[in-house]
């Protein structure tokens, strides 16, 4: 393969209309003369929730970080998910955090947090990305295999039903096909292989999820409320105050311990908490649809950095590099710092310069979260002393930070902050 290949203009293919695809697309579109993005779901209906991306219907918070790519790929996008019926809460004081048994505590730290559905907010993004007048989106339309030759990618083969097997020729392929994804096990003769390339973490993390009608007597007050699961109660839960006067709650339980995912029983669960601010807010509601469940048995990381023979083109990012504990709300912002390593590493003269660029920072950013996720997964296995010391260790730590945070509004600022992967 030669070293240095000039990166072709022309078309540039997304696999995925995901959060991670669609703003990938709006990163390079000023780059590219055309920017295609492949959907195998039908978008035609935006008030419908993904098959492929069934976690969409689960609580889903977007880190400030996040926001801020996307707000300077769609200058205004805050305001958008506003106009559209998201909240703005104040940082600090509107979203309450228990963890590692105590709450942080309430002050203003003079920033905003945007919380909408997951849906609405991938509606709000794509209806961005439709306005730039170069991004093609094409739904039902399934990538079914990456084309190569001689180390190259050449394009992708592209399934529609009841249609023929469509080639679409590009030398630039974005992955971004997600959890659902299976474009990068495919990948012919890789060294090392996808499986010796992925990290595996065991999370055996369950959530259930019910959406209720905020009640009279909540309706005014806009707020969060996430209490963490510690080792001692593997159990934890979110609520976040989404569109339409509207909460979405996720319990979640561990090793072993599942919510119910009968209404009454799952309330009962809620109560069962380290603390009890979620159930008292939701012991009287209904649901307004069936509850949903999702089992995450692992998170994992792929060291596509590692590759000795990537397809010369090639760019995985989001889940399909990574997929982490989801209690610290990192994979949307995740896949945006990928979207904008991408147009960040650029490098026109030279392709393989730029595969390389891409995937050191990409992979970068993916491992600093790995680590986290890491580090909380392990305290869950605490049947030996060491781990149990470890643990024990880790809480002094933070809940010494927590208290330090209780009378230096510094401390608070940079503990949210780290949080919010911001900076
Ligand atoms: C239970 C749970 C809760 C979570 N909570 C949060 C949270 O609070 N905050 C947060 O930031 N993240 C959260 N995440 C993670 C977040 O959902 C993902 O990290 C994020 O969706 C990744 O975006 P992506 O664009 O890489 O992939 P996705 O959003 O999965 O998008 C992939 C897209 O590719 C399409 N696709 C797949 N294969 C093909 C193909 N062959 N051809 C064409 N299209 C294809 C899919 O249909 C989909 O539209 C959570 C995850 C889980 C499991």
């Not at 986290?372 to 010391?389: G, H, L, P, R, W």
Request: aromatic content about 6%; hydrophobic content about 40%.
């Amino acid at each position: 393969m030669p070293n240095s290949v000039e990166v072709n203009p022309d078309t540039c293919i997304v696999i995925g209309a995901g959060i991670g695809g669609m703003c990938a697309a709006a990163a390079l579109a000023a780059t590219f003369t055309n920017v295609v993005i492949f959907e195998k779901d039908s978008l035609s209906d935006p008030s419908a929730s993904r098959k492929s991306i069934a976690q969409s219907q689960h609580l889903h918070s977007l880190l400030l970080g996040g926001r801020d790519i996307l707000e300077s790929l769609f200058p205004g996008f805050t305001d958008d998910l506003v106009a559209a019926g998201g909240n703005l809460l104040k940082a600090g004081l509107d979203q309450k955090i228990y963890e590692f048994g105590a709450w942080m505590p309430a002050r203003d730290l003079g920033m905003t947090i945007s919380t909408q559905s997951r849906t609405l907010l991938e509606n709000v993004v794509r209806s961005r990305v439709k306005q730039i007048a170069n991004i093609e989106i094409v739904d039902r339309a399934k990538v079914s295999q990456l084309c190569i030759t001689d180390g190259t990618v050449t394009g992708v083969a592209v399934t529609r039903k009841d249609a023929e097997v469509e080639i679409h020729n590009s030398s630039l392929v974005i992955d971004s096909a997600g959890l659902s994804g299976t474009i990068a096990k495919q990948i012919p003769g890789l060294s090392p292989g996808i499986d010796e390339i992925t990290e595996t973490v065991s999370s055996k993390i369950v959530y259930v999820t019910a959406l209720i009608k905020k009640p009279e007597a909540w309706r005014h007050t806009k707020e969060n409320v996430l209490i963490v699961a510690d080792p001692d109660k593997t159990r934890g839960g979110g609520l976040l105050d989404i569109e339409n006067d509207t909460w979405v709650v996720s319990l979640n339980g561990r090793n072993g311990i599942e919510p119910p995912t009968d209404f009454k029983e799952w309330l009962a669960y809620a109560a069962t908490l380290p603390d009890k601010a979620i159930w008292e807010r939701i012991k009287e509601c209904e649901p307004l649809q069936k509850l949903q469940k999702f089992n995450k048995p692992i998170s994992f990381v792929r060291r596509f950095d590692k590759v000795d023979n990537l397809p010369l083109g090639y760019f995985p990012m989001g889940d399909t590099v990574n997929s982490v504990n989801p209690t610290f709300g990192q994979g949307m912002a995740l896949a945006l710092e990928h979207a904008r390593a991408l147009a960040d590493s650029l490098d026109l003269s030279n392709k393989n310069a730029w595969q390389q660029a891409y995937l050191k920072t990409a992979l970068g950013y993916s491992l600093k979260a790995w680590r986290q996720t890491v580090a909380y997964e392990s305290m869950f296995n605490i049947e030996d002393e060491t781990k149990k010391n470890k643990f024990a260790a880790l809480q002094a730590l933070v809940l010494n930070k927590h208290k330090q945070a209780h009378h230096d509004a510094d401390v608070h600022l940079q503990l949210f902050k780290q949080a919010q992967m911001l900076g």
